[in-house]
Nanobody, 124 residues
Framework: QVQLVESGGGLVQAGGSLRLSCVAS????????LGWFRQAPGKERDFVAA????????YYVDSVKGRFTISRDNAKNTVALQMNSLKPEDTAVYYC?????????????????WGQGTQVTVSS
């Protein structure tokens, strides 16, 4: 069982930065791949970024490549999403998720555990 709690959301102007953090409970945290997803009002929950248990292999949706960076600290049971050069279209609720299914890291249905979400609002 893994419990996830996100923090770091807020309101920022376009071009600004935010850093989201997710703290996980559970002694097997290091065996999970971790992902960030986002959901805008009236839209589906979309993949943003994911990272393997080793912290080396990372994946990003094309729209955030070069702007967002995912990282993890297995010693602290945390995963972070550094978001730079934010755009109004990045506005959404951002969710942290964990999975042991490494073949479906970009698919929300492949994740076993989810946080409660944190709101990110980017003003133009």
């Amino acid at each position: 069982q893994v419990q996830l709690v996100e923090s770091g959301g807020g309101l920022v102007q376009a071009g600004g930065s935010l850093r989201l953090s997710c703290v996980a409970s559970g002694r097997t945290f290091s065996s999970y791949a971790l992902g960030w997803f986002r959901q805008a009002p009236g839209k589906e929950r979309d993949f943003v970024a994911a990272i393997h248990w080793n912290g080396i292999s990372t994946y990003y949706v094309d729209s955030v490549k070069g702007r967002f960076t995912i990282s993890r600290d297995n010693a602290k049971n945390t995963v972070a999403l550094q978001m730079n050069s934010l755009k109004p279209e990045d506005t959404a609720v951002y969710y942290c998720a964990a999975t042991t299914i490494y073949t479906r890291l970009t698919d929300a249905s492949g994740y076993n555990y989810w946080g409660q979400g944190t709101q990110v609002t980017v003003s133009s």
